[in-house]
């Protein structure tokens, strides 16, 4: 059973992924719990996301996508998005520490914050065709103004892995430092921005919304559509094959 774990560091609030058997992938009540603390961090200067276990986040938990129910299915994908838009519309800026895989939704969750530094073990990639699914809440759509259109196509159709390194050529993260030295440089920033007028580092961060704001409808599109394909051939073998480490055998297209 995953859970949140919510400390105040400095003058931050840090918020910790705790799942290690899925690769800290978090479950609807993970998602809602996240989006708590980041509603009841707004006095804090900045708020930290990351991983337990040298590990970021590997998304959404794949366990629910074996035997899916469209309740089940819904509730994931609502409390998916409901946690991006948490971090999107916080008052301070959001920072992740990408300690270790950032994969899926994880890697949809370093889009969603404002800053990100990644230790150089971490690495990065979208898998949503791979095991039955489509990254319709930022690395479609978002991603390409981060990183340029046809990388982001390439991060989400290919399913390809990234270093730390080429992440940080891509404009996916901003900064990579060594594993040991993660926390201090998040700390370093925070401290920076601790220097700052909080209100008016607000107004900038609402500014910077903008295509996150522009690529809202298509959000909601696009989990529509995933909705529509709960229980599909190719969701069942994508989850099932992933949770079997065995290449997925879908069906031919038609």
């Not at 008052?91 to 270790?100: H, K, T």
């Not at 489509?134 to 290919?158: C, D, H, S, Y």
């Not at 996150?212 to 909601?220: E, G, I, S, T």
């Amino acid at each position: 059973m995953g859970q949140i774990h919510v400390k105040e560091r400095n003058e931050a609030v840090w918020i910790t992924f705790d799942a290690p058997e899925r690769r800290n992938a978090f479950d609807p009540q993970m998602a809602q719990a996240a989006v708590e603390a980041l509603e009841q961090s707004t006095d804090a200067r900045a708020v930290v996301i990351t991983g337990a276990a040298g590990g970021f986040c590997a998304g959404g938990a794949l366990d629910l996508l074996g035997t899916p129910t469209l309740p089940q299915m819904r509730e994931l994908y609502r409390m998916s998005l409901h946690l991006f838009d948490a971090v999107r519309t916080h008052p301070r800026p959001v920072i992740a520490a990408v300690n270790g895989a950032a994969a899926g939704g994880g890697n949809e969750l370093v889009v969603a914050c404002d800053l990100a530094v990644a230790a150089s073990s971490a690495t990065f990639g979208q898998t949503g065709p791979r095991v039955g699914s489509a990254p319709v809440t930022g690395a479609t759509n978002v991603l390409g103004v981060q990183i340029g259109e046809k990388r982001a196509k390439e991060m989400a159709f290919l399913c390809r892995r990234y270093t730390a390194a080429q992440a940080l050529e891509l404009g996916l993260v901003n900064q990579v430092v060594p594993d040991d030295e993660l926390e201090a440089t998040v700390d370093g920033i925070v401290e920076e921005l601790s220097a700052l007028s909080p209100r008016y580092l607000e107004i900038a961060k609402v500014s910077s919304n903008i295509w996150w704001n522009q690529a809202r409808d298509n959000f909601m599109g696009g989990l529509g559509m995933l909705v529509q394909a709960v229980g599909s051939e190719d969701m069942v073998e994508g989850a099932t094959s992933f949770l079997e480490k065995r290449k997925p055998r879908f069906p031919d297209p038609q």
